[in-house]
């Protein structure tokens, strides 16, 4: 089974979804090195209005020239006016969004994909453990738990990065624990000023003590991460259907005809890229798919 349905599409993907619509670049946030926040606004006004999209969705971006790039949505689901990409360089396309400036325009189509769990995690506990660039479309979720607190148990985000400076959105860390998230933070390796963790994202499940009737796990990050993190939610005997993966494989139409970013059956642009470990299961240990 696929993890969500699309309650709310806009209508931009349901018309022409292969039609890129400009935006332009209002401003650039460096969250880390080579990690920029790009904060987008369509120039048509109809656009603005009725762009919708739900935490875990993506866009395509376009640099025309170069390509497109599926770039999860990092912003929060209410702020319509201004939509947040958290970009990693990686390539070609990334590297030519990266050389773009305040005022610039890029070519973006969406909303795509599933989205994580909104409606399945009401009055769950929620653990979100994210690595790197995995924390982007599980920021969009927190800013929507952060608006509807009460609606959900205990929230704990684990977040790992490699060193220090490579983690993303610090800055937030402090509201996010005001709004009632606990925060793990985690590094490969220290350096003189780090006082916090030291180790991978899944180790640190075991400073937790988790319900296991009502809990759901969301993950996005390497895909070997993700391995050992499903490892340990299951381990704690949380069902294969309450674990949640992103899987941000290599794409490049975003509507399941090019075959890119197939998974056994599945397209991740369409599928997913949410889906639970239970309808991934049978592909996840198969070398080479
Ligand atoms: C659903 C989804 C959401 C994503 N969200 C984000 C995001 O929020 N921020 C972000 O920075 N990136 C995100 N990515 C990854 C991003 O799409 C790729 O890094 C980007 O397309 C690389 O394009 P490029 O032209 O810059 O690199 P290319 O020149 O195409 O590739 C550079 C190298 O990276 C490899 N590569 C390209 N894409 C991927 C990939 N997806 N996984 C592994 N290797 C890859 C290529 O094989 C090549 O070796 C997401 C991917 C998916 C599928």
């Given at each position: 089974m696929i993890a969500t349905n699309l309650s709310q599409t806009s209508a931009i993907t349901t018309s022409r979804p292969m039609q890129s619509h400009w935006a332009e670049i209002v401003e650039i946030v460096q969250e880390a090195p080579a990690i920029n926040t790009f904060w987008l606004r369509f120039l048509n006004e109809?656009?603005?209005?009725?762009?919708?999209?739900?935490?875990?969705?993506?866009?395509?971006?376009?640099?025309?020239?170069?390509?497109?790039?599926?770039?999860?949505?990092?912003?929060?689901?209410?702020?319509?006016?201004?939509?947040?990409?958290?970009?990693?360089?990686?390539?070609?396309?990334?590297?030519?969004?990266?050389?773009?400036?305040?005022?610039?325009?890029?070519?973006?189509?969406?909303?795509?994909?599933?989205?994580?769990?909104?409606?399945?995690?009401?009055?769950?506990?929620?653990?979100?453990?994210?690595?790197?660039?995995?924390?982007?479309?599980?920021?969009?979720?927190?800013?929507?738990?952060?608006?509807?607190?009460?609606?959900?148990?205990?929230?704990?985000?684990?977040?790992?990065?490699?060193?220090?400076?490579?983690?993303?959105?610090?800055?937030?860390?402090?509201?996010?624990?005001?709004?009632?998230?606990?925060?793990?933070?985690?590094?490969?390796?220290?350096?003189?000023?780090?006082?916090?963790?030291?180790?991978?994202?899944?180790?640190?499940?075991?400073?937790?003590?988790?319900?296991?009737?009502h809990s759901v796990v969301l993950t996005c990050g390497p895909e070997i991460m993700i391995r050992f993190v499903i490892f340990e939610a299951l381990a704690r005997r949380i069902p294969a259907s309450r674990i949640y993966v992103s899987m941000e494989r290599n794409m490049k139409c975003g509507l399941g005809f090019c075959g890119h970013c197939q998974i056994g059956p599945f397209f991740v642009c369409k599928d997913g890229p949410v889906f639970t470990y239970e309808t991934l299961q049978p592909y996840f240990n198969v070398e080479e798919l």
């Amino acid at each position: 089974m696929i993890a969500t349905n699309l309650s709310q599409t806009s209508a931009i993907t349901t018309s022409r979804p292969m039609q890129s619509h400009w935006a332009e670049i209002v401003e650039i946030v460096q969250e880390a090195p080579a990690i920029n926040t790009f904060w987008l606004r369509f120039l048509n006004e109809d656009l603005r209005k009725n762009y919708t999209f739900q935490p875990g969705q993506f866009n395509m971006l376009c640099v025309p020239g170069f390509g497109e790039s599926a770039i999860s949505i990092s912003s929060a689901p209410q702020d319509r006016e201004r939509i947040g990409h958290t970009v990693r360089l990686a390539g070609n396309v990334t590297n030519a969004i990266a050389r773009l400036q305040v005022g610039d325009t890029l070519g973006m189509r969406g909303p795509f994909g599933t989205h994580w769990p909104v409606e399945e995690c009401r009055g769950q506990d929620i653990y979100i453990a994210a690595g790197g660039i995995g924390l982007p479309p599980l920021r969009s979720f927190l800013y929507h738990v952060l608006r509807n607190r009460s609606d959900f148990g205990r929230v704990v985000v684990i977040y790992g990065a490699r060193t220090p400076p490579d983690l993303q959105f610090v800055s937030e860390y402090e509201a996010w624990k005001a709004g009632g998230i606990e925060m793990i933070v985690t590094v490969d390796r220290g350096d003189e000023n780090w006082t916090g963790s030291v180790g991978v994202v899944p180790i640190m499940f075991y400073q937790l003590r988790m319900d296991a009737r009502h809990s759901v796990v969301l993950t996005c990050g390497p895909e070997i991460m993700i391995r050992f993190v499903i490892f340990e939610a299951l381990a704690r005997r949380i069902p294969a259907s309450r674990i949640y993966v992103s899987m941000e494989r290599n794409m490049k139409c975003g509507l399941g005809f090019c075959g890119h970013c197939q998974i056994g059956p599945f397209f991740v642009c369409k599928d997913g890229p949410v889906f639970t470990y239970e309808t991934l299961q049978p592909y996840f240990n198969v070398e080479e798919l």
